[in-house]
């Protein structure tokens, strides 16, 4: 399912890869990785840690809980010794555009300028299918800063863009409730189960980079305000919900612009199959 981006900044020639990155040949042998996993506490860097350590890998957690911090850069050499590949699942909740791009830019350049010196060989970082699409959050702002300082690092790269994950509609609707009243954006979206793009990183980071990899979803168009309905009576959680372009996510977002592309890579699970889990 691996696509290999021709001529990507910073990515080697076939030719040269099958020289500097043995680690995607010697895997199919059995013999495993090092591989590090930023954010490795969140919800997609902990089913990554797993997903890797299924393939029984060496994983290496990067979290500030587990003492390596990314924003002062503190423990990272450390983290990174002998690690040949990193991925970077971490993330930032806050809501203020100048401080979301400011976090990821530190943490970013610090873990970049980290592995340089520790000899990693490949970057893998999640992103966002439409990141270039939504000028107003601050979200996808400092995404956009980590793309950006990832294009232009010092590491071989990989970007993977994923759509908006299953549980992301209960998401948004704790972000707003109040007195058991919630709003929420009428998004068309085409989610993704959260233990997919962990096994699409996963699979990833074994192999070669490949510089921007093709959109990552899910197999279904989803109404964001009904998934959210169906997400909170699963989980036992009574809220009314008032669909309302005048909520945490504006009009920007509306129409197509969350969709992946054409050629896009479609994961397995359905939201009724990760619903039923719930």
Do not use: C
């Not at 990515?11 to 996993?37: C, D, H, L, N």
């Not at 490949?210 to 964001?224: E, H, I, M, S, T």
């Not at 008032?242 to 504006?250: A, H, M």
């Amino acid at each position: 399912m691996a696509m290999t981006v021709r001529g990507a900044a910073g990515v080697p020639s076939m030719s040269v890869q099958s020289k500097m990155y043995p680690e995607a040949e010697r895997e199919k042998g059995g013999i495993t990785m090092r591989i590090a996993v930023a954010g490795a506490t969140g919800n997609i860097g902990t089913l990554t840690v797993a997903a890797l350590e299924r393939a029984a890998h060496d994983v290496v957690r990067i979290s500030r809980s587990l003492g390596v911090d990314l924003t002062t850069g503190d423990g990272l050499d450390a983290a990174l010794t002998g690690v040949e590949a990193v991925v970077d699942a971490t993330s930032y909740t806050g809501a203020d555009r100048d401080a979301a791009v400011a976090y990821f830019g530190t943490a970013t350049q610090n873990l970049l300028a980290a592995e340089k010196r520790a000899g990693v060989r490949h970057h893998v970082l999640l992103s966002i299918v439409g990141v270039d699409r939504v000028a107003g959050n601050a979200h996808y702002a400092g995404k956009r800063e980590q793309e950006r300082l990832v294009t232009e690092g010092p590491v071989p790269w990989t970007i993977v863009p994923a759509t908006q994950f299953h549980d992301f509609a209960a998401t948004v609707t704790g972000w707003t409730e109040q007195d058991g009243v919630a709003t929420i954006p009428p998004l068309l979206v085409q989610p993704i189960a959260p233990e997919d793009v962990a096994d699409v990183l996963a699979e990833i980071a074994t192999g070669t980079p490949q510089g921007r990899y093709r959109d990552v979803a899910g197999p279904d168009l989803q109404d964001l305000v009904d998934m959210a309905r169906r997400t909170n009576d699963a989980r036992g959680h009574a809220v009314k919900l008032v669909p309302t372009w005048s909520s945490v996510l504006g009009p920007e977002m509306a129409g197509d612009v969350l969709l992946p592309g054409e050629g896009a890579r479609i994961a397995p699970t359905t939201f009724d199959e990760w619903l039923a889990r719930q």
